[in-house]
C-alpha cells in the first residue's frame, strides 16, 4: 500500500455549508476510527459560492458537537477540476447532482458522481432534504441520513474487490 495514491472523495452540496460539510465532518471521523484516515482524502463543495469561506452552519454545527464531532472546514464551489481531482463525488440531491454533471458535457465523469443516499442502507431515502430553512428535526435527519450512507460507503469501498480492500 506504501506510495498508493489516496481514495478521494468530494461531498456537494448546494451552499457548503449544512448537508456536504456534515458529510465531510462525519466521513473523516469514521474513516479515523476505521483506521482509513491515511487512505482517504475527503472534502466537501457547494453547487453555488455564495457561501465560499464560510465555516459550517452553526446550526448543522451544533448538530453535529452534540454527537462527538470535531467541527472544521470553510465553503467553497466545485469547480470542473474537481471531476479529475476525484475518484468519487456524492450529491445532496438531485438537483446537486445535475448541477455537478453539467461541469462534465461530455459524461465522462458521470460514472462516479453520485447521490450521497445511494449508500444509506439504514434509512430508505433518495436525497439529503436541506435543511436550512426548518427546524431541528432538519438538522438531525440530515446527521442521520448522513451517518447512514457513509458508513454504507465505507464498507462498501472497504469489501473484498473495492479501492481499499
Do not use: W
Request: overall charge negative; charged content about 30%; glycine content about 10%.
Amino acid at each position: 500500500m506504501v506510495g498508493m495514491d489516496p481514495f478521494r472523495i468530494l461531498f456537494v452540496c448546494m451552499g457548503n455549508i449544512c448537508r456536504s460539510p456534515a458529510a465531510d465532518i462525519i466521513c473523516r471521523k469514521l474513516a479515523d476510527d476505521a483506521g482509513l484516515g491515511s487512505r482517504i482524502e475527503i472534502d466537501s463543495a457547494g453547487t453555488i459560492g455564495y457561501h465560499a469561506g464560510h465555516p459550517p452552519d452553526r446550526r448543522m454545527s451544533a448538530t453535529l458537537a452534540a454527537r462527538g464531532y470535531s467541527i472544521d472546514g470553510s465553503a467553497r464551489q466545485v469547480r470542473r477540476r474537481d471531476l479529475d481531482l476525484h475518484d468519487l463525488i456524492l450529491c445532496a440531491d438531485r438537483d446537486n447532482l445535475t448541477d455537478v454533471r453539467s461541469l462534465d458535457p461530455g459524461g465522462a465523469a458521470h460514472g462516479k458522481i453520485r447521490l450521497i443516499t445511494d449508500y444509506c442502507r439504514e434509512h430508505e431515502a433518495d436525497n439529503v432534504p436541506d435543511p436550512y430553512y426548518g427546524g431541528q428535526d432538519g438538522f438531525d435527519e440530515v446527521a442521520d441520513l448522513v451517518e447512514d450512507a457513509c458508513a454504507g460507503l465505507l464498507d462498501e469501498l472497504t469489501r473484498p474487490g473495492g479501492p481499499l480492500a
